[in-house]
Each structure stands twice: as C-alpha cells, then as structure tokens.
C-alpha cells in the first residue's frame, strides 16, 4: 500500500471512530461546546423513543409530554454525561437510564408548577409522535421494550431520509420514491418491470439502481448505528439487538 493510502486508510478509521456518541463520552465531566452540540443532535434524532416509553408509564398524555420535555430541558442542561459509565455505552441505554432516574426524582417532588419551565431545549413534535405511537397495555409490551420498538423505528426512518436526501442532492428524487419501498418489503406488489417504466429505463438498470440503493442502505445503517455507540467494535451487536425488537 502506497504512503497516500495508508494515510487516507488511518483518515477513514478515525472518522469511524470520532463518532458523535464517542464524542460526547469523551467528554467525560468537562463536558465541551462541541459535545453539547453532539448530544444535541442525537437527542433531536431520537427523542420520540423516551417519548414513547414515557407514554407507556404515564396515562395522561399532558403530563408525559411535560416531562419529556423537562428531561430533555436538564439532560442538555447539566452535565449527565459526566455520570456515563462503561456499562452504558451505548447512548440508547444511557439515555434510558437517564430517563429513570430523572422520571424517579420528578415522582417524588411536588407538582404544583409545570415542568419544564416553559423551554423548549430541543423541538419536540409531540403532535407529529402522538399520531404514530400505538400505546397500548393489551399490546402485552413492557415500557423498555415500546422503548427499544421505537429506537429501531427511528434509526430506519433517520437513514431513509439520509438515503432520500442522497437521492435528491443529485436530481434523482424519483428514482427514490418508485424504488425505496424494495428496500422495506414495502412495494405492494408492484415489480421491478412497472416500476422501470415508470422511470423510462430497462428491468435491468432499475434492478441495478436497486442493488446499489441496498448496499448504500446498509452502509448507512452502519454509519447511524456507529454514531450511538462507543465504538466500532459495538455496531454489530447493537444491528442483531435492534432488529430483534422489531420482531417483538
């Protein structure tokens, strides 16, 4: 291997490595600029979880809202991270435990003023949520379990819309919506031979774009799961768990 690519080889696993959860832990209880703005973005990407889970244990729909928020408003406040131990490295179960031990405190004040205070630390869709949740006790599904069903929801949905995004930056936008549902199964019946002359191109290009949309799929997945945990050696492990909630 010549000098230029072992050095562009070391670039790329370091850019593996510098993952935002990564940099956020790394942090530690001096916690920086950069990595509030880290733990910013994740919470934003994966608050309906919390959310959700929050929905399972409190019935009234205002006041799990309130406490979401107001969970959100110090998590990003003060600095939680710096409790992160090596047992919770990856940021779902570190936000979940975050989330009960604050849940915990909250039940034991007196709630005679509204959470939160009014701010509103990250945007929080709760009407956009509520539509989509299906929270229900006959379901038979523990709090932790909606939890980790709406995690990988979340995750999928993060990487369709970066795969989308991908598609639309190159002027390819309807290649996307005829072919994306083979990705998920969710094609309703339609085949590959349809949707090729919807885009005036042969079966076989429109497989081939397909194929190349799977591989991107998958790496995308792994590039979103990798923002999560504390490291590459993680991101195996943390796929085979997520989609085993999606069976539940």
Same mark, same amino acid.
């Given at each position: 291997?010549?000098? &230029?690519?072992?050095?562009?080889?070391?670039?790329?696993?370091?850019?593996? &490595?510098?993952?935002?959860?990564? *940099? *956020?832990?790394?942090?530690?209880?001096?916690?920086?600029?950069?990595?509030?703005?880290?733990?910013?973005?994740?919470?934003? &990407?994966?608050?309906?979880?919390?959310?959700?889970?929050?929905?399972?244990?409190?019935?009234?729909?205002?006041?799990?809202?309130?406490?979401?928020?107001?969970?959100?408003?110090?998590?990003?406040?003060?600095?939680?991270?710096?409790?992160?131990?090596?047992?919770?490295?990856?940021?779902?179960?570190?936000?979940?435990?975050?989330?009960?031990?604050?849940?915990?405190?909250?039940?034991?004040?007196?709630?005679?003023?509204?959470?939160?205070?009014?701010?509103?630390?990250?945007?929080?869709?709760?009407?956009?949520?509520?539509?989509?949740?299906? !929270?229900?006790?006959?379901?038979?599904?523990?709090?932790?379990? !909606?939890?980790?069903?709406?995690? /990988? !929801?979340?995750?999928?949905?993060?990487?369709?819309?970066?795969?989308?995004?991908?598609?639309?930056?190159?002027?390819?936008?309807?290649?996307?919506?005829?072919?994306?549902?083979?990705?998920?199964?969710?094609?309703?019946?339609? &085949?590959?031979?349809?949707? /090729?002359?919807?885009?005036?191109?042969?079966?076989?290009?429109?497989?081939?774009?397909?194929?190349?949309?799977?591989?991107?799929?998958?790496?995308?997945?792994?590039?979103?799961?990798?923002?999560?945990?504390?490291?590459?050696?993680?991101?195996? %492990? %943390?796929?085979?768990?997520?989609?085993?909630?999606?069976?539940?």
């Amino acid at each position: 291997m010549s000098k &230029t690519n072992r050095t562009s080889a070391r670039s790329g696993a370091a850019q593996f &490595t510098t993952t935002c959860w990564s *940099v *956020v832990l790394s942090a530690g209880r001096n916690s920086s600029p950069d990595s509030k703005r880290a733990l910013a973005s994740l919470c934003e &990407t994966y608050w309906r979880p919390l959310y959700a889970y929050v929905r399972r244990r409190v019935p009234d729909v205002s006041e799990a809202q309130d406490l979401t928020q107001a969970f959100f408003a110090e998590l990003l406040e003060k600095n939680y991270v710096g409790s992160a131990t090596p047992e919770r490295g990856r940021f779902r179960a570190f936000l979940l435990a975050a989330l009960k031990h604050f849940l915990s405190k909250q039940w034991e004040k007196a709630k005679a003023q509204k959470r939160g205070g009014g701010r509103a630390s990250i945007s929080l869709d709760f009407e956009s949520a509520d539509s989509s949740l299906r !929270i229900e006790p006959a379901s038979g599904l523990t709090a932790e379990q !909606i939890y980790d069903q709406q995690w /990988a !929801i979340a995750l999928l949905g993060q990487i369709m819309e970066r795969l989308k995004s991908e598609f639309d930056r190159t002027g390819k936008a309807k290649r996307f919506d005829e072919l994306k549902g083979f990705l998920v199964g969710d094609h309703a019946g339609t &085949t590959y031979a349809q949707a /090729a002359a919807r885009l005036n191109m042969t079966e076989a290009a429109a497989k081939k774009v397909g194929s190349r949309m799977r591989r991107r799929y998958r790496e995308l997945l792994r590039e979103e799961i990798a923002q999560t945990v504390a490291g590459p050696d993680e991101v195996d %492990e %943390e796929i085979r768990k997520l989609f085993a909630t999606l069976e539940l």
